[in-house]
């Protein structure tokens, strides 16, 4: 099993900047992809950002030149660095790792862009 620590999340103003961090442990090994989810009230999670064990990465739409996802294989780490923050990237932020047979969530954090 894969255990995985947000942190990070907080309130900013619109503008703003905010640098999430995800701590794995457990059975790293088994990790391929991770990435960065989110879920505004009455939405559904949507897929933010995610990084490969090879360091490709991709992004939504909606975040692109805004948000960069990084790495950290020494520190099990995977960062979200989200720039230009706007108040429609408030919601709970959830780190993702995919792993052999399924994925693992972590519990959450919440970012509140205020206008």
């Known amino acids: 099993q894969v255990q995985l620590v947000e942190s990070g999340g907080g309130l900013v103003q619109a503008g703003g900047s905010l640098r999430l961090s995800c701590a794995a442990s457990?059975?790293?090994?088994?990790?391929?992809?991770m990435g960065w989810y989110r879920q505004a009230p009455g939405k559904q999670r949507e897929r933010v950002a995610r990084?490969?064990?090879?360091?490709?990465?991709n992004y939504a739409d909606s975040v692109k030149g805004r948000f960069t996802i990084s790495r950290d294989n020494a520190k099990n780490t995977v960062y979200l660095q989200m720039n230009s923050l706007k108040p429609e990237d408030t919601a709970v932020y959830y780190c993702?790792?995919?792993?052999?047979?399924?994925?693992?969530w972590g519990q959450g954090t919440q970012v509140t862009v205020s206008s």
């Open positions: 993702n790792a995919e792993v052999v047979g399924g994925s693992s």
């Open positions: 457990g059975s790293i090994f088994s990790i391929n992809t």
């Open positions: 990084i490969t064990s090879g360091g490709y990465t």
